[in-house]
C-alpha cells in the first residue's frame, strides 16, 4: 500500500501515537483524561488533522460489533441478577480437596465461564470470592490470582463472545460461532491444562504447605464469609440472602406485581403491641355488643350483660397470640409465592441465555441473536429496565467508536500496509516458519499497542494474504490472530484489561486486600504465554 502525502503522515501518526499511550497508560501526568476519553481526542484529530473525513469516520465505525458487545453485557447483567456467577463461585469450594484441586478448579472454572460470559465479566465476579477463599484454607493468593487472570484470557479465546477482540474478528472475518468454537476449542482445552500443570510445577512447595493450627472459631468466621460472599464490583449486584429485610430489598427491586398481603405484612412490621390490643379490643366489643342483643332478648338485665360479657386481659392476652399466628403464616404464604416467582424468573432467564448460544451455533446472525436475547430478558423483567441498563459499560462502546476511527485513520496513513508488505512473504500461514512468525508478531504488537488494535491493524492484511492461498487459509489466519493476541494477553500484567481487573479488585478487597505484583506476573506469564501460544498454534484448525 502507498504512503500517505508527508502532512496526513505525520499528523495520522500523531494522532495514533497520542490514542496509544493513552489507551495503554491511562494516567498519564501531564493528560490524565483515561482510556474513553483518549480514544476519542485520537478520532477527532484524525478529522481535524483531515486523515479522514467526518463520513469516512462515520463508516469506519463497526455497527454490528458494537451490537454484539451490548447485547452481551446486557445479558451478562441479568445472569448476574439470576445469581448465575454466585454458583459458579460456589463450585470452587463444594467438595474441595486441597490446594491443587483447588487451582485445578479455579483454572477450568474461569476458563469456561470466560468463554460463555467473557474474561472481565469472569474476573470481575470471582477475585474477591477466591481471596476469601485463599484466606479460608490459609493459602498465599499469587498462584490462585494468576491462575483466575491467565485461565480467564485462555478460555476466552475458544468463543466470539468471550472477549471484544474475537468479536471483531469474527464480525471481519465473516466466521460464525460454531467454526470459531471449532477451530480454537482444542487449543483453549489443552491450554487450560497445561497453564494449570506450569502453575503447579512453579508453585508445588507453597501449595503443599499444610495448613497451620488456627483459632476454631477464626476458621468457622472465614468459612461463613465465604458461604454468605456477596458479589458486590463496582458494576453488578446479587441477591442471595432470604431474611425478611433483604427479602424487601430484594422483591423492591424485582418490581413482582405484589398482592395486597404483600402490602399489608410490610406495614404490620410497624405496629405495636399496642396497636394489636386496640385492635383486638374493639374486636372483643362488636362480639360484648351482639351477644347483649341477644342476651336482652331472652330477658337478661343490662347489668348482668356487663358484667358477664365485658372483655378482660387474659381474654386479649389469649385471642392475641393466635391472630400473630394467623399474620405470620399470610406473610410465610407470600414470602413462598414471591420466592417461586423469583425462581421462575431465574429459570427464565438462563433459558433465554441458552437460547442465545443455541442461535448463534445454528448460524444466525450474533449481532442480533445477542440483542434480541438483551431485549427479551428487559421485557420479562417486567419492570423499568433502567438500573440493569445502567450497568452496561457504555465507556467501554464509545471506547470502540473512538478506536475504530482511530485506526481507520492510522490505516489510511499506509504505514501498517507497508510494514506488513515486508513481513507478509516470512508470515504466509501455508507453512510452520509462517505460522511461527506471524504469531511472534502478534504477541509482541498486542503487549504494544494491545490485543483489539492489533487485531483491527492486522486483521485485514493477514487476511488477504491468506485468502491468497486458499479460504480454509483465510480463516485459519482469523484464527490464528484470534488466539495469538489473546494469549498474548497473559505475558504481563499490562498485557489485558482481564489481568488489571484481578489486580485492582484484589488491591481493593476489604480485608483481605491482597497486591499483585508486575514482577510476579511476569515471572510466570512470559513461559506460560510462549509455551500455551506454540501448543495452541499446532492445534488450529
Same mark, same amino acid.
Given at each position: ?8 503522515l ?12 493513552? =489507551? ?17 481526542? &485520537? ?36 445472569l ?13 469450594? @463444594? $467438595?474441595?480437596?486441597?490446594? $491443587?484441586?483447588l ?18 465479566? =469472569?474476573?470481575?465476579v ?52 460454531g ?16 497453564? #494449570?500443570?506450569?502453575?503447579?510445577v512453579?508453585?508445588?512447595r ?15 468466621? #472465614? ?7 456477596h ?5 453488578m ?9 433483604? @427479602?424487601?430489598?430484594?422483591?423492591e ?33 362488636s ?6 342483643? $341477644? ?17 378482660s ?11 400473630e ?7 410465610v ?8 416467582r423469583?425462581?421462575?424468573?431465574k ?26 436475547? #438483551? ?53 504466509r500461514?501455508?507453512?510452520a ?44 489466519? @482469523? ?18 484489561? =482481564? ?13 483481605? #486486600? ?19 501460544? =506454540?501448543? &495452541? ?5
Amino acid at each position: 500500500m502507498a504512503l500517505a502525502s508527508i502532512p496526513k503522515l505525520v499528523l495520522g501518526s500523531v494522532a495514533f501515537a497520542i490514542f496509544w499511550m493513552l =489507551a495503554v497508560f491511562p494516567a498519564v501526568p501531564f493528560l490524565p483524561i483515561g482510556r474513553t476519553a483518549g480514544s476519542l481526542l &485520537g478520532a477527532m484529530l484524525m478529522v481535524i488533522f483531515q486523515v479522514i473525513s467526518p463520513d469516512q469516520a462515520y463508516e469506519a465505525i463497526d455497527l454490528p460489533i458494537l451490537g454484539l458487545l451490548f447485547g452481551t453485557m446486557v445479558v451478562s447483567v441479568y445472569l448476574e441478577r439470576a445469581d448465575m456467577f454466585k454458583y459458579i463461585g460456589k463450585l470452587l469450594s @463444594w $467438595k474441595s480437596r486441597g490446594a $491443587k484441586d483447588l487451582l485445578f478448579r479455579i483454572c477450568v472454572i474461569s476458563a469456561v465461564s470466560s468463554a460463555l460470559f467473557t474474561n472481565d465479566t =469472569a474476573c470481575v465476579v470471582l477475585t474477591e470470592f477466591i481471596l476469601k477463599i485463599a484466606k479460608q484454607h490459609n493459602l498465599p493468593p499469587h498462584p490462585l490470582l494468576l491462575a483466575l487472570a491467565t485461565s480467564a484470557n485462555i478460555g476466552s479465546a475458544a468463543t466470539p463472545i468471550g472477549n471484544p477482540q474475537n468479536l471483531v474478528i469474527a464480525v471481519q472475518g465473516k466466521i460464525s460461532f460454531g467454526q470459531f468454537l471449532i477451530g480454537v476449542l482444542p487449543a483453549m482445552l489443552v491450554g487450560v491444562v497445561v497453564n #494449570a500443570l506450569i502453575l503447579m510445577v512453579m508453585y508445588w512447595r507453597v501449595l503443599s504447605i499444610q495448613k497451620d493450627e488456627e483459632d476454631p472459631l477464626a476458621s468457622h468466621a #472465614a468459612e461463613e464469609e465465604v458461604n454468605s460472599h456477596h458479589f458486590s464490583p463496582a458494576t453488578m449486584s446479587h441477591f442471595s440472602s432470604l431474611n425478611s429485610e433483604q @427479602w424487601n430489598t430484594h422483591m423492591e427491586n424485582f418490581n413482582l406485581p405484589s398482592s395486597p398481603h404483600v402490602q399489608t405484612l410490610r406495614n404490620r412490621s410497624v405496629v405495636g403491641d399496642g396497636e394489636i390490643d386496640r385492635v383486638l379490643s374493639n374486636t372483643l366489643d362488636s362480639t360484648r355488643n351482639s351477644n347483649a342483643s $341477644k342476651e336482652e332478648t331472652n330477658g337478661m338485665s343490662y347489668e348482668t350483660r356487663e358484667e358477664t360479657t365485658s372483655p378482660s386481659k387474659t381474654d386479649v392476652k389469649v385471642v392475641k397470640p393466635v391472630v400473630e399466628t394467623v399474620l405470620n403464616t399470610l406473610e410465610v404464604k407470600d414470602r413462598l409465592s414471591v420466592r417461586w416467582r423469583y425462581i421462575l424468573w431465574k429459570l427464565c432467564v438462563y433459558i433465554i441465555t441458552l437460547g442465545m448460544l443455541v442461535a448463534m451455533l445454528l448460524g444466525l446472525n450474533m449481532s442480533w441473536s445477542a440483542i434480541s436475547a #438483551a431485549l427479551a430478558l428487559v421485557v420479562l423483567d417486567f419492570q423499568d429496565a433502567r438500573p440493569s441498563l445502567e450497568k452496561v459499560s457504555y465507556s467501554l462502546l464509545i471506547f470502540f467508536c473512538g478506536m475504530f476511527i482511530t485506526v481507520d485513520g492510522f490505516n489510511k496513513t499506509g504505514i501498517p500496509g507497508a510494514l506488513w508488505e515486508v513481513m507478509e512473504p516470512y508470515s504466509r500461514v501455508d507453512r510452520a516458519s509462517g505460522v511461527a512468525i506471524l504469531a511472534l508478531v502478534i504477541l509482541i504488537l498486542s503487549n504494544v499497542a494491545s490485543n483489539v488494535p492489533t487485531v483491527l491493524l492486522l486483521g485485514g492484511p493477514v487476511a488477504a494474504s491468506a485468502a491468497a492461498i486458499s479460504q480454509e487459509s483465510e480463516k485459519k489466519a @482469523w484464527l490464528i490472530l484470534a488466539w495469538a493476541s489473546t494469549v498474548a494477553g497473559n505475558l504481563s500484567l499490562l498485557g489485558s484489561a =482481564a489481568n488489571l481487573i484481578v489486580c485492582e479488585q484484589a488491591r481493593r478487597a476489604p480485608n483481605i #486486600a491482597y497486591t499483585l505484583t508486575f514482577w510476579n506476573h511476569l515471572k510466570f506469564g512470559l513461559p506460560s504465554t510462549l509455551i500455551i501460544t =506454540a501448543i &495452541g498454534l499446532t492445534l488450529i484448525r
